[in-house]
């Protein structure tokens, strides 16, 4: 590490550890759960509780010559902007949110969603690593530049409160106060994952999704199921008919082509350099049952399967009752909750009517079918990275964690980059963050693991003092 870079990470971590930390505790404290979790949620009042948790601290260590501006729109859930004037004419913005996902169950003892405990290099609790921090951190990245003397770009600081719902108020804030955000080069979005906490990842692409609910009908009410099986067909048997239409149950693999994509030819290649990195660990880190044999042996497709390839989970149901009072009966419907990801170039409107159409044409035996489809969300390919770009993402890495970057495809859903890079077309964009293994975000025993956020905070500042536009000393 250069003398310049030390400085960089010892003006950063102390400030982590004395002003960032103590925040994010009192922030995971706030149960301030997103609008579709949490319909009430302006009279429940936490994301009014986070807001100002978030707007005190910037008070507190921004410096005088930044502005903070925290609009609101009627009915929506607030935004926060913070601009920083650079020394060119140049515009990065880094993204943040501050609405969380619910509780969940099957927390460790000792451990829970809304209290904070921290064990030696984790900080446990909802909300800390996704996505918390991603404001603090990007705060402390530019103030240790500015103490260096580092010339940097004009920088936005964007934080919205509906990313855990599909951000579907970011549309209207981007649209009202776009004048101030301006036309940035760089996107920098502390919102993704790491494949291990060994060097800096850089998500390339992100999935699409879709969900519905599913509903089979054979009944007006329950019968005997003594007098009425082999009479009338069952709705978990037509269900699983309709399902199969869908679905290889052997493979996992989705039957319908309109759900297909073409993998880029780079996006092979960082698979199969992401796949020689982490090996068998892929599924190592998931909690799998003793025994369990993955979809596939090898660990490349299995960087594709959960990032370029559709898929189909059933993640909830109705109709069934519990074990413990499930009587002899013929049940009249069943519903289930399908949830597809979605190849990242695949249109989530022209996936929904092949769906419903595979779905509802000729259902098994007559049964009354139907598929009512929640709004879905595009998925996202990043543009090619620019030259600067993957020296500064590489340099950075080699840097402060002593490794080469890695570049690899995420399984899940960030709508708002799809709205990004819509708007944005032309700038380049630098997707990262702290979820790596174990971290389990949406999950019980979500933490953020220390020294990575620390190490990215870093990483962020470097990339951004070696914006071509700036021309002044870098760090």
């Known amino acids: 590490m ?3 870079a030390e400085v960089l990470r ?6 982590w550890e004395r002003e960032i930390l103590p925040a994010l505790e009192d922030y995971i404290r706030i149960p301030n759960l997103s609008v579709d979790f949490d319909p009430q949620w302006q009279s429940h009042g936490h994301m009014e509780r986070a807001r100002t948790l978030a707007l005190d601290w910037l008070r507190a260590h921004a410096p005088d010559h930044w502005t903070v501006h925290s609009p609101t729109l009627p009915g929506r859930t607030p935004l926060i902007l913070v601009d920083i004037p650079g020394d060119c ?10 609405d969380k ?24 609790g909802r909300g800390g690593a ?33 990313e855990e719902s599909g951000s579907p108020d970011l549309p209207a804030y981007l649209e009202a106060h776009g004048a101030l955000i301006g036309q940035p080069d760089l996107v920098i979005a502390l919102d993704s994952g790491a494949g291990d906490y060994q060097r800096l990842w850089s998500t390339t692409s992100l999935r699409g999704v879709l969900s519905c609910n599913l509903t089979v009908q054979v009944l007006e009410e329950g019968v005997h199921s003594g007098l009425a099986s082999g009479l009338i067909p069952s709705s978990m048997d037509v269900m699983r008919c309709l399902l199969d239409r869908l679905q290889d149950p052997a493979t996992g693999a989705v039957r319908l082509q309109a759900l297909q994509a073409a993998v880029p030819d780079q996006r092979r290649e960082q698979a199969r350099r992401a796949a020689d990195i982490l090996g068998g660990s892929i599924i190592e880190t998931l ?15 299995g960087v594709l399967n959960s990032t370029w390839r559709p898929t189909l989970s059933v993640t909830g149901q109705d109709g069934l009752p519990p074990v413990g009072s499930a009587g002899n009966v013929l049940r009249p419907h069943t519903t289930l909750k399908l949830s597809f990801r979605l190849p990242p170039t695949v249109d989530w409107r022209a996936a929904r009517e092949a769906i419903r159409g595979v779905l509802t044409r000729d259902p098994p035996h007559g049964a009354r079918v139907e598929a009512t489809f929640d709004h879905g969300g595009n998925g996202w390919d990043a543009p090619a990275l620019a030259p600067w770009l993957a020296r500064a993402t590489d ?3 080699r840097t402060f964690y002593g490794r080469e970057a890695a570049y690899v495809g995420l399984g899940g859903s960030i709508p708002f980059m799809a709205m990004l890079g819509e708007r944005f077309p032309e700038a380049q964009f630098l997707i990262t963050g702290v979820l790596g293994p174990h971290s389990n975000a949406h999950g019980p025993n979500e933490f953020l693991h220390i020294p990575y956020a620390k190490r990215l905070t870093a990483c962020i500042a470097h990339i951004v003092a070696r914006h071509p536009a700036v021309d002044g000393p870098a760090p």
């Open 2 to 4: 250069t003398d310049q």
């Open 10 to 15: 010892q003006a950063i971590d102390p400030f």
């Open 89 to 98: 004419e140049a515009t990065v913005l880094i993204y943040g949110h501050l």
């Open 101 to 124: 996902q619910p509780e969940m169950e099957g927390w460790s003892e000792g451990l829970g969603p809304w209290e904070p405990v921290r064990r030696e290099e984790r900080l446990y």
């Open 130 to 162: 996704d996505d918390g921090y991603a404001l603090f951190a990007a705060v402390a990245a530019v103030r240790a530049l500015d103490q260096q003397g580092a010339a940097h770009p004009r920088i936005v600081l964007l934080v919205e409160f509906s």
């Open 287 to 301: 909690p799998t049952v003793a025994g369990l044999r993955g979809l596939t042996q090898d660990p490349a497709e």
């Open 395 to 397: 340099e950075a890495s």
